[in-house]
């Protein structure tokens, strides 16, 4: 496991990088209004909807589901050419920054390495979700494919605002909601360096892990996290 001067000097070089003008309450109002604007924008064209169409809600939650436990434990975690740049962002960085048992951000500057870029926030909201709503408009209804865009593109921004809430700091109100403490959990064990390459690699809800045998549960009181 990193020891805890490591995470530290870690910590001190990666804020000293950090350009001054970044703001981290911009990040995020930048992510939830084109999410909002995107899902918004699909639902609002959604016309004379019918009973079945409304399947594309349960779909796209296990379509965004299987997409970030993918995307987190093959590009995230493992080292490939295409992704290079992604596993050095969350491997290299967010796994150094966030390393038991500093496991919380000290202000929103920090959130720099806890959201996603903004530009991939977009890519996903203007070319990824659209482009399975086509595929599924194509294959059952238009109603459905602006439902399931609308979906995939909700449930990326629930992911990122889930993964912030995670790296609160100890203490804070959201570690003691029963169902969210339990996801901030799962993701704080996975964030132990032994464990972040085989386990609970699901942030929104653990259906990949469980279903593909990564899900690792360990008591909170026996948890060798989490630091303030």
Same mark, same amino acid.
């Given at each position: 496991?990193?020891?805890?001067?490591?995470?530290?000097? #870690?910590?001190?070089?990666?804020?000293?990088?950090?350009?001054?003008?970044?703001?981290?309450?911009?990040?995020?109002?930048?992510?939830?209004?084109?999410?909002?604007?995107?899902?918004?924008?699909?639902?609002?064209?959604?016309?004379?909807?019918?009973?079945?169409?409304?399947?594309?809600?349960?779909?796209?939650?296990?379509?965004?589901?299987?997409?970030?436990?993918?995307?987190?434990?093959?590009?995230?975690?493992?080292?490939?050419?295409?992704?290079?740049?992604?596993? *050095?962002?969350?491997?290299?960085?967010?796994?150094?920054?966030?390393?038991?048992?500093?496991?919380?951000?000290?202000?929103?500057?920090?959130?720099?390495?806890?959201?996603?870029?903004?530009?991939?926030?977009?890519?996903?909201? #203007?070319?990824?979700?659209? #482009?399975?709503?086509?595929?599924?408009?194509?294959?059952?209804?238009?109603?459905?494919?602006?439902?399931?865009?609308?979906?995939?593109?909700?449930?990326?921004?629930?992911?990122?605002?889930?993964?912030?809430?995670?790296?609160?700091?100890?203490?804070?109100?959201?570690? *003691?909601?029963?169902?969210?403490?339990?996801?901030?959990?799962?993701?704080?064990?996975?964030?132990?360096?032994?464990?972040?390459?085989?386990? *609970?690699?699901?942030?929104?809800?653990?259906?990949?892990?469980?279903?593909?045998?990564?899900?690792?549960?360990?008591?909170?009181?026996?948890?060798?996290?989490?630091?303030?």
């Amino acid at each position: 496991m990193l020891q805890l001067h490591d995470v530290i000097t #870690f910590r001190k070089r990666y804020r000293e990088a950090v350009r001054s003008h970044y703001n981290g309450w911009f990040h995020l109002t930048a992510i939830v209004l084109i999410c909002l604007g995107v899902s918004g924008y699909c639902i609002v064209l959604v016309d004379a909807l019918r009973l079945g169409e409304l399947l594309a809600v349960p779909l796209g939650i296990l379509l965004y589901n299987f997409m970030e436990y993918a995307a987190h434990r093959w590009a995230g975690h493992k080292k490939q050419k295409l992704t290079r740049l992604f596993y *050095n962002r969350h491997t290299g960085d967010h796994h150094s920054f966030y390393s038991p048992p500093l496991l919380s951000f000290a202000s929103s500057r920090d959130w720099r390495i806890v959201l996603f870029p903004t530009y991939l926030s977009a890519f996903l909201a #203007f070319i990824l979700a659209p #482009f399975c709503g086509y595929l599924l408009a194509s294959l059952f209804s238009v109603n459905a494919g602006y439902i399931l865009a609308a979906v995939i593109v909700l449930s990326h921004l629930g992911y990122e605002v889930l993964h912030l809430a995670y790296h609160q700091p100890e203490g804070h109100w959201f570690h *003691n909601v029963p169902g969210l403490r339990e996801l901030a959990h799962l993701h704080r064990i996975h964030h132990r360096r032994e464990l972040m390459k085989t386990s *609970n690699f699901n942030l929104t809800l653990p259906l990949f892990d469980l279903l593909l045998g990564t899900f690792h549960w360990e008591p909170r009181d026996t948890f060798d996290g989490p630091g303030k």
